[in-house]
Structures are given as structure tokens and as C-alpha cells.
């Protein structure tokens, strides 16, 4: 079965440099979050689009901003990069707005030196 | 009031016993109660749903007990074997004016030994 696709998986920036992060959804599913996982920590939520419209906002820098595609991929775009940025980015989608199961992507790990 | 609080911070088990992990909640919106299961590299799987309506919910080893009243969760896992080594998440869902928001407790980490 078809999973969350995203990439690049591993990606290592420089300070202040931007990087691009890619996530292709289960086919059908309508939602895209993202979510951002430092060492040891648990996932916290940047945002979420339905239908390719934002739908909520989580803890997302103003520095980071993302949105869906036509054909409902969804990009992450982080500018001004900080070392405090490095960790692993998740993409999950569901299906229908009201589904509670979140189906998550490999992640992309993203380095700033 | 969106937190979801989770312990313990990790957890060491024999094989053959008996893992629980604890979580709590404050905010009653709260309509979906996911635990999720990370293996390290990997994202987190979701392991076993419930909702706020069932005390109790039971799949193979896993099985989630809902106190409502309490606000409280938790998973046991049956028979833990090694391969259940991982870190899971508790969560909860909200509806906000945007849409559904899923919130992780902060983990906890299960070794199960040999």
C-alpha cells in the first residue's frame, strides 16, 4: 500500500541558508500536517492543510511558512535557518477532514552546522 | 489546557510482562485518544485508537483503558516482547476553528528484555 512519501530524507544546511522540505500524501487523503520532532522529544504540531487550504496553525516560525498543491503535495519552506532548527520533520496525512488516524512519512532529518 | 501528560518517562520490562504507560488530559474537548508507536528513524504508527464513549478497547496485546470521569488513559501491553522496544505517544485530538488537531504526550521509551 501506498505510504506518505517525503523528501529529501536527509538534508544538511548552513546558518541562515533555506531549505525546502517535500510531502506527498497517501493518494485520497485530503489532509497534510506537519510536525516537528527534536532529539528526544515528541512531535510537535507546525500545521495542517485540508483541501489544500491552512487549516490550523501550530508552533511554525514566522520564518517557516508551507502550503498544498494541486495535487495536494505539500511543501515546507524554512528561511533564515537556526541551530535550534535542526530535528526531524514529519508529514502525515489523513483521510476526510473528521478522521482521527494520522499516517506518517520517514521524516526528514535536517542538519543546520 | 492542551497538554497531554504521559508517564513514565521510560520503562524497562522482562519478557512476558505486563508494559503500562499513563497519560492524562484537561481540555473535555478532547474526542479521539490515538497511541502511537516509533521505532528509532522511523515516523510514529498509530498502535490503538479510542474514543471517549468506551471504557475499554482491546487488540491483540494492546489494550487502552479510558476513565473519562478521571481524564485519564492507558495502554497495557500484554505479554511485552522485545520487539515492542520502542517509544510510544500518547495523543489526543481537538477540533479547533481551523480543523482537527492532534496533540503527542512526550513519550515514553519501552525496552523489553530478553
Known amino acids: 500500500a501506498a505510504g506518505v512519501i517525503q523528501s529529501p530524507r536527509h538534508l544538511i544546511k548552513e546558518k541562515r541558508e533555506t531549505a525546502t522540505l517535500k510531502c506527498y500524501p497517501i493518494?485520497?487523503?485530503?489532509?497534510v500536517y506537519w510536525y516537528q520532532q527534536g532529539p528526544g522529544q515528541d512531535p510537535q504540531f507546525l500545521i495542517s492543510?485540508?483541501?489544500?487550504?491552512q487549516s490550523d496553525k501550530g508552533s511554525i516560525p514566522d520564518r517557516f511558512s508551507a502550503q498544498q498543491f494541486s495535487d495536494y503535495h505539500s511543501e515546507l519552506n524554512m528561511s533564515s535557518l537556526e541551530l535550534g532548527d535542526s530535528a526531524l520533520y514529519f508529514c502525515?496525512?489523513?483521510?476526510?477532514w473528521g478522521s482521527g488516524e494520522l499516517f506518517f512519512g520517514e521524516g526528514s532529518r535536517l542538519t543546520v552546522l | 489546557q492542551q497538554q497531554v501528560k504521559q508517564s513514565p518517562q521510560s520503562l524497562i520490562v522482562q519478557k512476558g510482562g505486563i508494559s503500562i504507560i499513563n497519560c492524562a488530559y484537561e481540555?473535555?474537548?478532547?474526542?479521539?485518544f490515538p497511541w502511537y508507536q516509533q521505532f528509532p528513524g522511523k515516523g510514529p504508527a498509530l498502535l490503538i485508537a479510542?474514543?471517549?464513549?468506551?471504557s475499554e478497547k482491546k487488540e491483540g496485546r494492546f489494550t487502552i483503558s479510558f476513565n473519562k470521569s478521571a481524564k485519564q488513559f492507558s495502554l497495557h501491553i500484554m505479554d511485552s516482547q522485545p520487539g515492542d522496544s520502542a517509544t510510544y505517544f500518547c495523543?489526543?485530538?481537538?477540533?479547533?476553528?481551523?480543523?482537527?488537531?492532534?496533540?503527542f504526550g512526550a513519550g515514553t521509551r519501552l525496552f523489553v528484555k530478553a
Open positions: 502525515a496525512s489523513s483521510l476526510d
Open positions: 481540555n473535555t474537548a478532547f474526542d479521539y
Open positions: 479510542i474514543r471517549p464513549d468506551v
Open positions: 495523543a489526543a485530538r481537538v477540533v479547533n476553528t481551523g480543523g482537527f488537531k492532534t496533540i
Open positions: 493518494p485520497r487523503h485530503d489532509t
Open positions: 492543510f485540508y483541501e489544500k487550504m
